[in-house]
């Protein structure tokens, strides 16, 4: 039986696109003879209904590949990933498995094929983990900051010069003079290539002074097209190649599609969460991410805090530093004894993860709560210095960092630098000059 059910196993791992990143790690562990990392992972993606993962995971139970041999939990979980029974072959393969069942064996494998359904069936995926889709809900903000001063930014010239387009996404909050602070670029295409004229511009704009501390940051999302009308003709050809595979089921470009399409394809009613939600099922853990923020924002669906919790664990636990940090400031706010150990434990973890795009705002948050300045330069140190679209807070956070340190010498060559950008966007800031200032003198006195 072991050698039928390796081979069949083997024809199996084409049930799903093998471009989905995740899927294919699962596979090549397997390949190797890693069978309990294959385990885990195929584990995983079969709890948020991947039916392929939910196959193949029924496989390694039945051989008693990286687990205990186990027939009623491979039947059951291979009769999982065809609920309906429409696949013929998969059919087959539960009736060879049934052979080898007496009739009160029979009873318990039904019994423990109920339970999967109750818990990981396409209903119950559908009421747990599924967002209610609406295209028109744009997660609008309670509280709306008015600008009053805004500048555009400017068109790199070797972009403008290659025909390269794109756009920048962006958050911030505001200070208490309505002034843009902790800029995060949260998305962009192509990377880095606008990103530091985006926040060149956005540092100069000024808002009327909020009432009330946001609560969240405001968002922006500021484009650069070479045609006045739109996006060129290749960069749209692009997207809608990545467009066909994503509706082929390749997972990675059903995520590109989401991130992506909506902008370069304007005319077409594209529902981002939509995408990020196909792509989320075969676990990509950045759509993942992108479908848990949509949840929590009523970004293209209706707002579900605790569907938003649930994918936004699922992506932490796949090791993604940004849904780390977002948990442990979820936490955060409950105030309560359990929900603050949470917050540290998955603030911690985001420290551990070396994720680049929360490098910025994680060493500002370890300053902010007086921990050890030392991990501050370490997020810092995971970034390239001349290519940090952010250079101002990159400069003045290792100028902060180093202060603490007592490190004075290091503190004053980061605040010059940071004084030096500043200029360029206009007056430098009395506490830029004083921070500077009193470097010096605590340097003199070392």
């Known amino acids: 039986m072991k050698i039928i059910i390796s081979l069949i196993f083997c024809s199996a791992l084409f049930f799903v696109n093998e471009s989905n990143a995740t899927f294919n790690d699962a596979v090549k562990n397997y390949e190797a003879g890693k069978y309990e990392e294959a385990l885990a ?61 007496k009739d009160e064996k029979l009873a318990q494998v039904n019994s423990f094929y109920e339970e999967l359904v109750m818990q990981y069936g396409e209903k119950t995926i559908q009421t747990d983990l599924m967002p ?3 295209i028109a809900a744009n997660g609008a903000s309670k509280f709306v900051a008015v ?21 920048v996404s962006v958050e911030f909050y505001l200070d208490s003079k309505g002034q843009p602070v902790e ?14 004229e985006v926040i060149r511009a956005i540092s100069k ?18 484009e650069f097209a070479l045609d006045e009308g739109g996006y060129s003709k290749k960069a749209i050809d692009t997207i809608k190649n990545i467009q066909g595979k994503a509706e082929n089921g390749d997972a990675v470009s059903q995520y590109y599609f989401a991130k992506y399409g909506p902008s370069i394809l304007r005319g077409d009613s594209i529902n981002a969460t939509e995408w990020y939600y196909k792509a989320a099922q075969q676990g990509i853990a950045d759509a993942q991410h992108e479908v848990a923020l949509n949840l929590l924002n009523g970004q293209g669906c209706m707002v579900d805090i605790e569907k938003g919790l649930k994918w936004l664990t699922k992506a932490a636990s ?9 948990l442990s400031k979820w ?15 998955w603030f911690d973890k985001a420290v551990e993860a070396n994720d680049k795009e929360i490098a910025i705002e994680l060493a500002r948050m370890i300053l902010a709560t007086k921990r050890a300045p030392k991990l501050a330069i370490n997020q810092l140190k995971l970034l390239d210095e001349d290519g940090e679209s952010n250079e101002l807070d990159y400069n003045q956070l290792f100028a902060s960092s180093y202060a603490e340190l007592g490190n004075y010498k290091q ?3 980061y605040q010059k630098r940071a004084n030096k950008i500043m200029r360029g966007y206009g007056k430098v800031p009395k506490e830029m000059q004083d921070k500077l200032t009193s470097y010096k003198e605590l340097l003199k006195k070392s």
């Open 41 to 101: 992972e195929f584990k995983s993606l079969a709890e948020i209904g991947n039916k392929g993962a939910q196959y193949n995971l029924g496989f390694m139970y039945v051989d008693g590949l990286g687990v205990k041999q186990d027939l009623v939990k491979g039947y059951a979980w291979i009769k999982l990933s065809d609920e309906k029974g429409n696949s013929e072959e998969k059919q087959g393969v539960l009736k060879q498995i049934e052979s080898y069942f």
């Open 132 to 134: 209610i889709f609406d």
């Open 147 to 167: 600008p009053i001063k805004t500048t555009p930014a400017n068109y790199p010239y070797m972009a403008n010069v290659k025909g390269i387009e794109g756009f």
């Open 183 to 196: 800029l995060n670029i949260t998305e962009s295409y192509p990377p880095q290539v606008f990103d530091r």
């Open 205 to 222: 704009w000024k808002f009327e002074i909020p009432q009330e501390k946001l609560e969240s940051p405001l968002r922006y999302r500021m």
């Open 318 to 326: 796949a090791n993604l530093g940004r849904s780390q940090l977002k």
């Open 331 to 345: 936490y955060s706010k409950a105030n309560t004894a359990d929900s603050l150990e949470k917050s540290q434990f």
């Open 411 to 413: 503190a004053i060559k």
